[in-house]
């Protein structure tokens, strides 16, 4: 979120080229290493401190050995019907990123760039709230389904080249697939075997990606023949 709403400030308002933005965007991750150092030593002191106030004895609590239950026909079945969903949200998400956005920017970096924004605006209120306003979760199945039919509304507004209407399914677009991952992960970690199964659909998304690149590939070649 910080990255693209910056990304759009420097290139579109500001006015500084691209390649400088991208070059000061390095600093990012240094400056994320300094905090997070800083508030490692303040939790180590904060740590100290009570270790010293504390006049209870310290006692090592026993950590239970827990052994799987679930076969590996159970596991998989558990993994699919979280993976398959989660595959499809990214997968019609990203096609939407790599194969509308550009063709309907056409050219325009201030549209391309705006609709990242947009779209990151989304994720981020999603993945912080969805959990919150949804306690109970969602279908993981009818957000991929949304997801869907995100992705068709996109190929029409590229046909009638409506980009105004492009910053609504945006913005829609970030926040099934924000709450598709969040769901995906909660629900995850409720069964047993948490580590395994979320391993493994943590997979989804990376190849739900890879995947919408590829087709974003085929559109731009079928579209600038």
Known sequence: LV??????VCTVVV??????????????????????????????VNNIQY???????????????VTSKKTSAEL???????FIPLFLIYFCEYTVNMGVVPLIAAGDRR???????????????SRTFSMTIFPGGLNTALLAVLQAANLFLSGILLKYNQIALMAVVMVA???????????TDSKARQLDDADRIVSRVSMADCLGILMAGLTACLIDRSFTR
Request: with cysteine; glycine share 10%.
């Open 3 to 8: 990255g693209s709403i910056m990304y759009y």
């Open 51 to 65: 270790d010293l106030s504390s006049q209870q004895p310290h006692t090592a609590i026993p950590i239970p050995h």
């Open 111 to 125: 549209v391309y760039v705006g609709c990242q924004a947009i779209y990151q605006m989304g994720v981020f209120t």
């Open 173 to 183: 677009e970030g926040l099934i697939g924000g709450a598709g991952y969040a769901m």
């Open 76 to 82: 998989n079945r558990s993994v699919y019907k979280l």
């Open 15 to 44: 006015g500084v080229s691209p390649s400088m933005t991208l070059l000061m965007a390095i600093c990012l991750p240094v400056f994320m290493w300094s905090a997070f150092l800083r508030i490692e030593q303040r939790d180590a």
